[in-house]
């Protein structure tokens, strides 16, 4: 082996080198074209193509495809179609799954004669079967046959689940035996689908297989057949629908109602989806009439898909959006606004304003739920029955969707609207009318989006999401002091209204009622009603025909229940009543006091306001608490953690210092000599520097600096950050912060200022140029030492890559396997032997 690879070699090794690159280029080009451009752009022209209403459209489609215009537009327009295509398909697959292996309902999978109505009898026949679920809304206990002594929950209810129960058992047995009767028609055929027969169809098929990122032009199949498919889903789920509705509105007259609305599309494609449903139920029928068993299937999974995405778009788009806007309208008098401002914010920016109405109902919806879940945690098993356990495993919400008949899930909707909707009175427009009057001079909130303010906007952000937002949203002491209030009024209602054992329960019940368990839960599976088919099928139907929630806990009924649980909902009602008007007023309060001596009688956005208030009650509610937990311990240790704790918040604040004030100021400061000055500012105007507005600047240029030093690669700055975040403020290591982290960070950002303008100010004027050369390199002088920087790094890149492909080379050419072969060494002892070369390579 030459000490030195011939310039030959090296040639061929960089030609052969450019040439596999050309070749990865080129495909991974086409792969990005056809999955990037191809596909999206062929779904948006297809799509507008459909929609135009023309045929002249159709005949031009070829042509229209290889348009060259608004590409960037119809690329973006047909990754959404595409995304929507593709959600919709696993959707159907995922829905199929859950119909294969949970059951389908009853009336799709039972064959007997159905009369000329036969859709009301299957209603009827389902409301039946269903009839241990008839509050859905609304889980009710299970079934009390062991408690003799106290109250159940509904005894009403509890006693016709016996008779329900009954009626189940004789329809299952004849269904079993039709079933038996009927099993050569081939209705079950569809059923017996096993999704691992389609698994191990696709073990050879990778996402690098697929998608062509392994090297093979396998992917352009694939390619056509995604647009196909596309072409598929876009004419049945989107055209054929949006066309049914577009038509019965047209002939009912409604056609100018919905163009008012702004959203003519997408209500034009929920008629058509409802109308489609009402049509394929009416067919479902006439064929169960004729005995068309598997149409009749058929045609029942048809109407099953659209029912659970009508249901779906219902729960999940409208009800937030009937809340977001019932919220809005609530709270108008707390900013000053009226419904001709809502009324022309819509008109200007209809789909921004539905979507952030829907954003705030959704987060009311979610909190909602969060405290209902906190409840659970706190009362008694059994008292919350007329609302769903979101954390009972055997809730499935897409189980219901498919079992339950569409008056159920309308009577649900109404129910939840009116108490969502009531909650919003009690909570929001009731204590506004109450503040309006104590205190006239309180309302409304000023939500102004500037400020004239002498302090920057961006610093207040700032404040709010880097310091005030994080404490607020940690759920461990929040949620804690949360359930303990809870705790604390639900001790003291039950005593005062002598309900304790109706909201807690009796600690001596609940020891019995815990021995008695198993016994509850064997008697319970005894009672279940033998349901047709195994596994999840039988699994979901047990679970429909159950009484209620298996933690059910009995309690002692006093005297006068009924008006006992009035005064307890008044009470209730009276509590979220003060509650309210002391968080719309409080935070609020404190926020204005506090900002007022920062920005003294300026106006600011009372979202930081807010902010700053709930922020300093969340730090007295933390220190009350803290000294509280510390009181039993004694005076003597109470004084011991206070000294550990200031000793503690000292070494914090000089930390907090170093690299929260001075590493983000002069990382701002960098910032803006290097890039917003060279672009802003004109060579004949000075610039001007605001330290908040870099500090600001700064401290999201830190995160984002830390955040890409946690991912990267193992280097000291890394290390160094780990093990500071490992420490924690507790165990914070100050000489170790300082030694090892503040030091060197600050000296390189110092070096970084300092340099520059030591030579653009005392080196340039020595050298007898002009004022506009001084100018210019005082200037240009930051960019361009970070041009050179880079350069410098982007060389000494591409001189390790060269010694690497060098390496390379010579390995391919003169190694064999593992072994070298022509190799001589220049200095070698006398008498050493070398090993041959092995004749066969690997």
Same mark, same amino acid.
């Given at each position: 082996?030459?000490?030195?690879? #011939?310039?030959? &070699? ?128 609304? &889980? ?30 004789? &329809? ?8 038996a009767a009927d099993a050569n028609n081939g209705a079950q055929d569809d059923m017996n689908w096993?999704?691992?027969?389609? &698994? ?348 209620? #929630? ?79 937990? @510390? ?13 550990? @704790? ?24 960098l910032f803006e000599l290097v890039i917003v000055a060279p672009l802003r500012v004109p060579l ?30 193992? @280097? ?12 924690g403020i507790r165990n914070i290591d100050l000489h170790f912060i300082i030694r090892k982290l ?101």
């Amino acid at each position: 082996m030459p000490s030195r690879l #011939p310039i030959q &070699d090296i040639f061929a090794g960089l030609v052969t080198s450019i040439g596999t690159a050309i070749r990865y280029w080129f495909h991974y080009t086409l792969v990005a074209f056809a999955w990037l451009g191809v596909v999206p752009l062929t779904a948006c022209r297809i799509y507008k193509c459909l929609f135009t209403g023309s045929v002249s459209s159709l005949l031009t489609l070829p042509l229209d495809i290889l348009s060259t215009e608004n590409l960037l537009a119809d690329c973006l327009q047909g990754c959404f179609v595409v995304t929507c295509t593709l959600c919709a398909f696993i959707s159907l697959v995922w829905l199929r799954e859950q119909i294969v292996h949970g059951g389908a309902p009853q009336w799709l999978e039972q064959n007997q004669q159905q009369p000329l109505n036969g859709v009301a009898q299957q209603n009827e026949a389902q409301a039946v079967v269903n009839g241990g679920v008839e509050n859905a809304v609304l &889980d009710q206990p299970a079934n009390p046959a062991a408690e003799n002594v106290v109250v159940g929950e509904n005894p009403e209810i509890q006693e016709e689940q016996v008779d329900e129960e009954e009626e189940d058992n004789e &329809d299952e047995e004849d269904a079993v035996v039709e079933d038996a009767a009927d099993a050569n028609n081939g209705a079950q055929d569809d059923m017996n689908w096993n999704a691992l027969e389609w &698994d191990r169809a696709a073990e050879e098929l990778t996402w690098e297989r697929m998608l062509g990122l392994d090297g093979s032009l396998v992917f352009l199949e694939h390619v056509f057949w995604v647009v196909s498919l596309n072409t598929l889903f876009i004419l049945v789920f989107a055209f054929c629908p949006y066309h049914i509705g577009h038509f019965s509105i047209v002939g009912l007259g409604f056609e100018e109602y919905v163009q008012a609305s702004h959203f003519e599309g997408l209500i034009t494609t929920i008629v058509g989806y409802v109308l489609l449903a009402v049509t394929l139920i009416v067919c479902h029928g006439l064929a169960a009439l004729v005995k068309f068993q598997r149409s009749r299937r058929l045609l029942g999974v048809c109407y099953i898909v659209v029912k659970v995405s009508l249901l779906v778009v219902v729960e999940i788009g409208v009800f937030p959006l009937i809340c977001g806007w019932w919220l809005d309208i609530c709270s108008l008098e707390m900013f000053d606004a009226t419904l001709k401002d809502r009324e022309l914010s819509f008109q200007s920016a209809p789909g921004t304003t539905m979507f952030l109405h829907w954003l705030v109902g959704m987060v009311y919806v979610f909190y909602f739920a969060s405290f209902i879940l906190l409840l659970r945690e706190v009362l008694r098993p059994g008292v919350l029955w007329f609302l769903r356990n979101l954390n009972d495993p055997d809730f499935n919400p897409v189980q219901e969707m498919i079992h339950l008949p569409i008056y159920r899930h309308l009577r649900r909707f109404i129910l939840s609207v009116i108490v969502f909707g009531s909650i919003v009175l009690l909570m929001l427009w009731l204590p506004i009318r109450i503040i309006k009057y104590l205190l006239p001079n309180f309302l409304p909130y000023n939500v102004m989006l500037y400020s004239d303010a002498p302090v920057s906007e961006l610093s207040l952000e700032l404040l709010l999401l880097q310091v005030v937002l994080p404490a607020l949203l940690e759920q461990g002491h929040t949620r804690q002091w949360l359930k303990g209030l809870v705790r604390a009024w639900t001790v003291t209602a039950g005593y005062l209204l002598d309900l304790h054992s109706y909201l807690l329960g009796d600690q001596e019940e609940n020891e019995n009622n815990a021995n008695q368990q198993p016994n509850n839960q064997h008697a319970r599976n005894n009672n279940a009603i033998p349901v047709v088919g195994e596994g999840l099928h039988a699994a979901h139907q047990a679970i429909l025909q159950q009484g209620g #929630p298996v933690g059910f806990q009995p309690y002692r009924r006093p005297l006068k229940f009924p008006l006992r649980i009035f005064l307890l909902i008044v009470f209730m009602c009276i509590t979220l009543l003060i509650a309210s008007l002391i968080c719309l007023t409080l935070p609020v309060f404190a926020g204005r006091w506090l900002m007022s001596f920062w920005t003294g009688t300026a106006k600011i956005h009372e979202l930081y306001t807010a902010a700053c208030g709930l922020y300093v009650c969340w730090l007295t509610i933390r220190a009350v608490t803290v000294l509280v937990a @510390w009181m039993p311990q004694g005076r003597r240790v109470i004084f011991q953690k206070v000294k550990e @704790w200031s000793l503690m918040i000292m070494k914090t604040l000089i930390v907090a210092i170093l690299l929260a004030g001075v590493v983000p100021l002069l990382l701002g400061l960098l910032f803006e000599l290097v890039i917003v000055a060279p672009l802003r500012v004109p060579l004949d105007q000075t610039p001007l520097f605001y330290p908040w507005q870099d500090w600001a600047l700064g401290v999201l240029h830190a995160k984002i600096i830390a955040a890409i030093t946690l991912m990267g690669p193992q @280097w000291w700055l890394k290390t160094v950050i780990e093990q500071v975040y490992a420490n924690g403020i507790r165990n914070i290591d100050l000489h170790f912060i300082i030694r090892k982290l503040a030091a060197p960070v600050i000296s390189v950002l110092l070096l970084s200022l300092c340099v520059p303008y030591i030579i653009a100010s005392g080196v340039v004027p020595l050298l007898g140029v002009t004022a506009e050369m001084q100018n210019l390199v005082q200037r240009r002088i930051y960019p361009f030492l970070l041009m050179v920087v880079v350069l410098m790094g982007i060389l000494s890149f591409q001189v390790r890559q060269f010694k690497r492909l060098y390496e390379h080379i010579k390995n391919d050419k003169y190694l064999v396997g593992q072994r070298l072969v022509n190799y001589e060494r220049k200095s070698g002892k006398p008498g050493t032997s070398t090993t041959p070369p092995q004749s066969s390579q690997e």
